[in-house]
């Protein structure tokens, strides 16, 4: 066994109820420096060795205890191991995103829990989410090709508080909760109900950025015309606050849809350079998305 999960395995036993148990560590996920590993009920994740994981990431874990109908709460406070920060949860079930699951995808289940979290009060001492800083590191570690100089000239259609990472020049106008990083493997089922886990990105701001991922998926073709209307229609339903009911949809979501698109385009090339393979159909498309967002230039 890897000693990484030897070690999270023993924190998950010395968490499941009664103590020390006898389940078989089970490797939920493995990626990008994350590993994620299941012990019967509990689930002990090992966090990437650059995220926070001092008292911002605590505040956030609190505020996930704090909205138990929403968020996953956590089974006590980060702790570090080896210089890297772990935390303990309860086990959920994941979405399925298979083709041919016998459920349809909770797109409007997300919606949802979306709506509640950016119509949920927020509390004094909330973490600011802070900015979009992953979009510029990921096309800063791009190897040039063909893919890279279309990804690259698309960012440069971005404004520069994005690129250079200062923030909104008016501050943001808008400021309630959001998840900062949603997408559907945002999601689990426990006992019945679906609740948000990852709290790494979890505070105040604007809450549009939280409809960019899906956004920029439906503008490349990659998320189809019927399922975006289904999250959209339930988020509007639910009184979600991100986007205006009128006409003004895409002029909110421009900006953080065109951003994403770049974000997730990068990690695609990246991926596909470190497994020696070419881009894949929905790889391929988000590039071409990034070409035709450099062809229509900044919205600034």
Do not use: N
Request: hydrophobic share 40%; proline share 10%; net charge negative.
């Amino acid at each position: 066994m890897h000693p990484d999960v030897e070690c999270l395995a023993r924190i998950g036993r010395e968490a499941l109820p009664g103590g020390d148990g006898p389940d078989d560590p089970v490797v939920l996920y493995d990626r990008h420096g994350v590993l994620v590993v299941r012990v019967g009920t509990v689930v002990v994740k090992l966090h990437q060795a650059d995220r926070d994981g001092g008292p911002l990431l605590d505040r956030r874990m609190r505020l996930a205890e704090a909205l138990p109908g929403l968020l996953l709460p956590p089974l006590g406070p980060p702790r570090r191991i080896g210089g890297r920060v772990v935390t303990v949860w309860p086990y959920g079930e994941p979405v399925d995103p298979r083709p041919g699951s016998p459920e349809a995808l909770p797109w409007e289940e997300g919606a949802r829990l979306l709506a509640r979290l950016h119509t949920a009060e927020v509390p004094e001492g909330a973490p600011e989410w802070g900015r979009p800083t992953r979009v510029a590191r990921l096309v800063r570690e791009l190897e040039d090709g063909p893919a890279a100089t279309e990804i690259r000239r698309a960012f440069a259609t971005l404004p520069a508080w994005i690129r250079d990472g200062s923030g909104p020049p008016d501050g943001g106008t808008r400021r309630t909760l959001l998840h900062g990083d949603w997408h559907l493997g945002q999601m689990v089922r426990v006992e019945g109900a679906w609740r948000l886990i990852d709290v790494e990105d979890l505070g105040a701001g604007d809450p549009v950025w939280d409809l960019a991922r899906p956004a920029a998926l439906y503008s490349a073709g990659v998320l189809a015309h019927e399922d975006w209307t289904r999250f959209l229609d339930a988020y509007r339903a639910s009184g979600g606050l991100a986007v205006p009911a009128d006409d003004g949809l895409w002029a909110a979501l421009d900006v953080p849809a065109r951003a994403l698109v770049i974000q997730i385009a990068a990690t695609c090339v990246k991926s596909a350079r470190k497994d020696d393979r070419p881009l894949d159909g929905a790889e391929r498309a988000l590039v071409d998305t990034c070409t035709r967002i450099s062809s229509v230039g900044s919205p600034e």
